[in-house]
């Protein structure tokens, strides 16, 4: 289990953006919200992760490990 965690360079202020789910045979389920409803969203691999919720030059995304990340 992760976080999503986008960062905003020059505030220097993040948020968590979503949650997500690594599988075994690497398949990503990732959860936003916005106003109270809940998106899910499925990527064949982690990398594809943080591209998609890295936006302009501005907006960095990077995840958070709940535990220890997988090897």
């Not at 968590?16 to 045979?25: E, P, S, T």
């Not at 499925?42 to 997988?70: C, Q, T, Y």
Request: proline letters at 6%; zero cysteines.
């Amino acid at each position: 289990m992760f976080a999503v965690v986008q960062e905003h360079v020059p505030r220097r202020n993040a948020r968590i953006a979503a949650w997500g789910l690594l599988y075994a045979d690497d398949r990503v389920d990732v959860t936003t919200y916005t106003e109270g409803q809940g998106v899910r969203h499925r990527f064949d691999d982690i990398d594809r992760v943080e591209r998609r919720f890295s936006g302009p030059a501005s907006i960095s995304a990077r995840l958070v490990w709940v535990g220890e990340p997988p090897a």
